[in-house]
């Protein structure tokens, strides 16, 4: 149970990153100041931080929900997700040149990554692997992975993939791989 707790999460996050707007955050971050180790290391403070929250709500809400409830909010959540992985995120190039560098590139990454994930499909997601899985700690373990996973390549190498690789193509992809999740939610 706990290798299939992390490593769905991780999947899942992978998958939800593609396209979102933390991961063009990464993008913008590192052109603007072309620091990757602090913007790794801001990325994964925020990370660990918004999701241990979200683990921590998945818990509460999973000891007053039946196994049969958790069970269809885990396959909505997959399905909504799949859905809300064919609606593009933005950020306007004007972000990326006005971030601001008052308390340096860590804590602006930090912060900003926080505040984005707030809502955001990740932090639902996390929301919901923790209830259904009864375990914060390998959840939040896995959804951490999986933004890093999505989001440090985008810090190191971002604008060479970005003008190989079709957006347009990869949120379709992630949308179809998310579908397949909420299938195998649903017969799990």
């Not at 999460?9 to 396209?19: D, K, R, Y």
């Not at 999701?51 to 000891?63: E, K, R, W």
């Not at 190039?93 to 560098?101: L, M, V």
Request: glycine letters at 6%.
């Amino acid at each position: 149970m706990i290798l299939e707790s992390l490593t769905l999460s991780t999947l899942v996050v992978t998958a939800a990153e593609i396209g979102d707007k933390t991961q063009l955050l990464a993008l913008c971050l590192a052109a603007r100041f072309r620091a990757p180790v602090p913007i790794v290391l801001g990325i994964l403070a925020a990370t660990v931080l918004n999701h241990l929250l979200a683990g921590l709500l998945g818990l509460s809400v999973a000891s007053f929900l039946t196994p049969e409830t958790l069970k269809w909010i885990l396959v909505l959540s997959f399905l909504a997700m799949g859905l809300w992985m064919l609606v593009p995120d933005k950020i306007d190039e004007a972000d990326c040149t006005s971030a601001p560098n008052t308390y340096g590139v860590f804590v602006t990454t930090a912060t900003l990554f926080f505040l984005a994930e707030m809502g955001d499909k990740t932090q639902l997601a996390t929301v919901a692997l923790a209830a259904h899985y009864h375990d914060a700690i390998f959840v939040v373990a896995g959804t951490t992975l999986g933004m890093l996973i999505a989001d440090v390549p985008a810090v190191f190498v971002g604008d060479k993939l970005s003008q190989k690789i079709s957006m347009v193509w990869m949120r379709r992809i992630a949308a179809v791989i998310f579908l397949g999740f909420a299938v195998a939610s649903y017969f799990a």
